[in-house]
């Protein structure tokens, strides 16, 4: 699941992407690896790096209206041509701005459910904000919020108020990333409404040039990055059939695996039903 035979130099590796040298830009390329509970898999899900790389391009053309993103011009040309000794590797791959990513992840939630649920379980409270008593799990919110992360290099990302996040990135780019967030939320809602899907919560994260302008970088909108739900089998007060990789967890979580590495390898059943989801989403959202 590693990229080899680039001529190019390999400066990071994610999770999920790889990022290479071009020089003020990047190239990105998205394996098939798969990851859960912060512990990559040891076998990925074919086809898993061409889904999420041609979702993110999707919706990065909607996202350029609310704000910059890393994306180059002439992207798809530029990829094809840089590309065209390594045809397999083309739809697995973005060239992007080269920037200085944020310390943070930007979340938006929008309706009750994961780690979220599990607080409001807790405390009565969806982190730093008050909620109405008696909600149920997976109820919509009554407005998407604001709920940033720390951006841990190793181990888990872990809960941060927003004026900790303001601290952290400054007044003014904070302001900028909140605002476009919540925006980035509601258009993605918006559009996987008309699809049949619930957009419940996402993740973005922002990057800035030497200057200081602040763009939307890595991916967005995925379901990597993104609780999707089908809309015609929503149904409040439990938890939700999803197009994301809730396949995987649930199965994990039922193995009773220990969470720390090695993982164990997904069954060929595991593998089949998760492309299947992933796949399914992108249908209905390009339809």
Not at 114 to 127: A, D, I, N
Not at 194 to 216: P, R
């Amino acid at each position: 699941m590693e990229v080899e035979g680039l001529p190019f130099k390999k400066v990071s590796k994610g999770k999920v992407r790889e990022n290479f040298d071009l020089g003020d830009e990047l190239l990105i390329v998205a394996t098939d690896r798969i990851s859960a509970f912060d512990v990559i898999m040891p076998n990925g899900i074919p086809g898993k790096g061409i889904l999420l790389t041609q979702i993110s391009l999707w919706w990065f053309r909607f996202a350029a209206e609310i704000m910059p993103t890393h994306i180059v011009p002439d992207h798809d040309a530029r990829v094809r041509e840089l590309l065209k000794d390594r045809p397999e590797l083309i739809e697995r791959s973005m060239i992007v701005k080269k920037l200085k990513p944020m310390p943070i992840e930007a979340i938006v939630r929008g309706y009750l459910a994961g780690s979220g649920w599990k607080e409001y379980e807790r405390t009565g409270k969806l982190f730093e904000f008050s909620l109405p008593a008696g909600m149920k799990e997976s109820q919509k919110l009554p407005a998407p919020l604001f709920t940033p992360t720390t951006k841990a290099a190793e181990g888990h990302d872990m809960p941060i108020t927003n004026e900790e996040c303001a601290s952290i990135l400054g007044e003014d780019a904070f302001s900028q990333i909140k605002r476009a967030s919540i925006a980035l939320y509601e258009m993605g809602a918006k559009k996987a409404a008309e699809c049949g899907i619930i957009l419940a919560d996402t993740k973005f994260e922002f990057g800035a040039d030497s200057g200081g302008k602040v763009y939307l970088i890595d991916e967005v909108l995925t379901p990597d990055s993104s609780r999707y739900w089908p809309a015609d089998k929503y149904e409040v007060g439990r938890s939700q059939p999803s197009y994301d990789k809730q396949y995987v967890r649930d199965w994990l979580e039922n193995l009773g695996w220990n969470k720390r590495a090695p993982g164990p390898v997904l069954p060929p059943d595991v593998v089949a039903n998760t492309i299947a989801c992933y796949s399914e989403a992108l249908d209905k959202l390009m339809k």
